[in-house]
């Protein structure tokens, strides 16, 4: 019953975003929404993606708290740093290692450190568990050690909401190949 549902909900929601980007909905517009939501999901395919762990609903939503905390917080030290008097900030590229099992929580991850200013993900080593990112404002060492606590916590969050051990399934195991 699940895979209906789904496949419905995409349809819808690929009709909403045609709609949205002709700016009105009209007959016209969800009809044509349609036949190009139909051809993208039959002619184009994404790989079912293993659902290994279990969402957490409390845990999810202190996740988006505290992202929603740390998005403000980095908007207003990034705004600082372009407008403070003085030499520009420095800048490196630190590398991290998460201890995420999921592909899909990693990539989740990863785009929570793109939208987080101040930092970019530039490179993902998927077997290692390792991101590289280039961070703004890497001057004093207790810089350096915000962004790697930014890290663990963010990393803390996903494991709460997707990853705990007493619900992790492998795909292997529930019958699902790995795409």
Not at 89 to 111: F, G, I, T
Request: glycine share 4%; with cysteine.
């Amino acid at each position: 019953m699940r895979h209906p549902l789904l496949r419905l909900w995409i349809l819808c929601f690929l009709i909403l975003v045609w709609c949205l980007l002709w700016g009105h909905f009209s007959i016209a517009n969800m009809a044509s929404g349609l036949v190009v939501a139909l051809v993208i999901t039959l002619l184009l395919p994404l790989p079912a993606v293993p659902v290994e762990g279990r969402l957490h609903p409390l845990s999810l939503l202190k996740l988006n708290v505290l992202v929603g905390y740390y998005l403000v917080l980095s908007s207003v030290q990034v705004a600082w740093l372009a407008i403070r008097p003085g030499p520009p900030p420095l800048v490196a590229v630190l590398r991290a290692h998460l201890a995420l099992k999921s592909d899909l929580v990693l990539a989740l991850a990863v785009n929570i450190f793109n939208l987080i200013p101040g930092s970019i993900v530039l490179e993902i080593d998927q077997s290692r568990r390792m991101l590289y990112l280039h961070v703004i404002d890497v001057g004093s060492e207790r810089s350096v050690q915000r962004f790697y606590r930014q890290v663990e916590q963010v990393e803390r969050m996903l494991v709460a909401a997707f990853e705990r051990d007493e619900d992790w399934r492998p795909a292997a195991e529930q019958g699902v190949e790995p795409a």
